[in-house]
């Protein structure tokens, strides 16, 4: 029998009662994404921008998480037609591109992710797990259908753009920053400053009117309610790296006096 994808996660989002939740793999480890996956997060996000991952670390983290039921998205380096191809025939079926600030943009992204006639995606399913080595029936016709491309918004220009890359064909959401648009806004380091909130709050309301979900990254929890409030269908509340450098530090203070610690 054929096989069967997970729906991509463009699909969960239109059908979704209420803001999705997810959490950030930033460490490179597959232990680290199996546990994250383990802990009822409704979707996870491999970064290869910030993080220390090539295709073999992504794919061992694919392998650790596939058993789970979160939904998986990788945020790739750059929106480059090769990096979109390769992460696609991993068998990612959700990407995140950064950076982009026009509807121009948003749509060479869309037809990186698309076989031709539509787009410019290269032909390699049989030989990729994207399609899993031809198991997929009709992969190559209907390959579309397996996948969902967000865009990231993360520059004053980005979210002035907001309403027009949401509009484009083949963009299934955007992603608002708050860190880049902070330092493009001269607010480097201040997310949580009420120009920023502000800005992509705005930018909420003009995804949502194009008819596309709206997501941000937020790993204070009152901002993060507060995003929800104001429209954001999927947020990012937390990452593996960050909840470990905050629970050592927990142990830490909990444990050994200040003046006493290691390196103090």
Not at 76 to 90: M, N, R, T, Y
Request: proline content about 6%; overall charge negative.
């Amino acid at each position: 029998m054929p096989l069967q994808l997970k729906p991509p996660f463009g699909q969960e989002l239109a059908q979704a009662q209420r803001t999705l939740y997810g959490g950030w793999i930033c460490s490179g480890s597959p232990v680290a994404a199996e546990i994250m996956a383990g802990a009822g997060l409704d979707w996870l996000l491999i970064d290869m921008e910030h993080a220390p991952n090539g295709l073999e670390s992504v794919l061992a983290q694919l392998h650790a998480v596939s058993g789970y039921p979160p939904s998986v998205m990788v945020r790739v380096p750059a929106g480059e037609p090769v990096v979109i191809k390769q992460v696609l025939d991993l068998g990612v079926q959700n990407i995140l591109v950064p950076m982009v600030s026009s509807a121009e943009q948003a749509e060479r992204i869309a037809a990186m992710a698309q076989y031709p006639p539509r787009g410019i995606r290269g032909i390699g399913s049989a030989l990729a797990r994207s399609g899993r080595w031809n198991r997929v029936e009709n992969y190559l016709s209907n390959g579309a259908e397996h996948v969902s491309i967000f865009v990231q918004v993360e520059t004053v220009e980005g979210i002035n753009h907001a309403a027009e890359i949401a509009a484009v064909e083949g963009i299934d959401g955007l992603f608002c920053g708050p860190s880049d648009l902070a330092a493009s806004m001269g607010l480097i380091g201040q997310q949580n400053h009420p120009d920023v909130v502000g800005s992509v709050k705005d930018a909420f309301s003009a995804i949502s009117a194009a008819g596309k979900p709206a997501g941000v990254n937020a790993f204070d929890p009152a901002l993060a309610r507060q995003y929800v409030d104001a429209g954001a269908s999927w947020v990012l509340v937390g990452a593996d790296v960050a909840l470990l450098a905050r629970g050592s530090e927990t142990l830490a203070a909990d444990f050994i006096p200040t003046g006493s610690r290691k390196g103090s």
